[in-house]
């Protein structure tokens, strides 16, 4: 699959970038789930969860904007496949722990590339738009954590993170 022995498959062996051919591998399930918070003051998830905010639903505009994202991934990351089909839910919740709000996104698509790039790309416009949402209100809102928790299917199988 790569040209390479450092498992870089971006990279043919000049170093140049490349796009991984894909068409000899299995089309199977695959899902992928990511995650990620934005830290804010108590008082700015407050009016978040309250509706006070000028730009109208904080949270539920963002699960819109994250699944429109993962849906363009493609057109975002280049040498990302376009994965028509692909299926990307969204979901942000409140946490006064953080203060702030967690974000997750689950990727579902059968095909013959994983869509974990489609997951993370969810979560992470999910979250600026929170910010962008509320920074009139609290413009020291802090992105973390974005992560990959797990992803199913394709040769190599499954992964949870530790």
Do not use: F, N
């Not at 000049?14 to 000899?24: K, L, W």
């Not at 006070?52 to 990302?80: H, W």
């Not at 790039?117 to 992105?143: C, F, H, N, P, Q």
Request: proline share 3%; aromatic share 2%.
């Amino acid at each position: 699959m790569s040209d390479r022995d450092d498992g870089l498959t971006h990279l043919d062996a000049e170093g140049r970038a490349r796009m991984v051919d894909v068409s000899a591998k299995d089309v199977t399930q695959r899902r992928a789930v990511a995650e990620g918070h934005i830290v804010m003051a108590a008082e700015t998830l407050r009016r978040i969860v309250a509706g006070d905010t000028a730009k109208g639903d904080v949270m539920r505009v963002a699960e819109l904007a994250g699944v429109m994202a993962g849906k363009k991934t493609a057109d975002l990351i280049p040498l990302c496949h376009a994965l028509p089909g692909a299926s990307v839910r969204v979901t942000l919740e409140p946490d006064a722990a953080l203060p702030g709000i967690r974000a997750s996104a689950e990727a579902l698509v059968t095909d013959r590339t994983g869509v974990e790039m489609e997951a993370l790309t969810a979560v992470s416009i999910a979250l600026l738009t929170v910010y962008d949402m509320a920074k009139a209100v609290d413009r020291g809102m802090r992105i973390e954590a974005v992560r990959l928790v797990a992803k199913e299917g394709g040769r190599s199988g499954s992964w949870t993170a530790p």
